[in-house]
């Protein structure tokens, strides 16, 4: 009868243990679809600065908006990539949602929970920047002077929420900073 209230014991301690490993390996597996997610976010961003920097240029500014037929095929090429980068980040932050919710330790959970919301922050500082660019395509936009009130609004906004994305990162490092025995 002993032997038999043990091997159950048994039997409940390694379901328990497989659940928590099987636990683990869910989690894992979002975080790590998570980091594939912001490489390819970081990778559009890469592709779209070099036109950005192309489009921001003394030289290409100096000449809008008589040049838009030139610039509106750059335009929207990165805003295109911004816009994909910003889906992206969305996405790796509902990744690190669902495997956030798979973890029991309540500190590891609020790592993952804030930077899950600094990639939000990330998509909406992309998506403020897709704004930005559009505005090279914008056929109410007749002067440079326009170009850049309309601007100023939004490279505002893009600050703003890149400093979020920042200290939301910042206060994510800091937990795991902190903690680190918990994430090894």
């Known amino acids: 009868m002993l032997s038999k209230i043990l091997g159950g014991i048994v039997l409940v301690v390694a379901a328990i243990s497989l659940w928590g490993v099987w ?50 095929p750059k335009a929207k090429q990165a805003a295109d990539l911004l816009t994909s980068a910003a889906q992206e980040y969305r996405a790796a932050a509902d990744q690190l949602d669902v495997g956030r919710k798979t973890i029991t330790d309540d500190t590891v959970a609020k790592y993952w929970e804030i930077l899950a919301t600094s990639f939000r922050q990330r998509a909406d500082s992309k998506e403020q920047a897709t704004a930005m660019l559009l505005l090279f395509t914008d056929p109410t936009v007749t002067t440079l002077d326009q170009f850049t009130a309309k601007i100023n609004p939004l490279a505002e906004k893009i600050q703003k929420a890149a400093k979020d994305a920042d200290a939301s990162t910042a206060e994510a490092n800091k937990i795991k900073t902190e903690n680190a025995s918990r994430f090894e």
């Open 23 to 72: 636990q683990a390996h869910k989690a894992n597996g979002s975080i790590e679809a998570a980091n594939k997610r912001v490489l390819v976010a970081n990778q559009a961003i890469e592709r779209a600065m070099v036109l950005y920097k192309q489009l921001f240029s003394e030289e290409t500014l100096g000449k809008f908006p008589s040049n838009r037929a030139e610039v509106v």
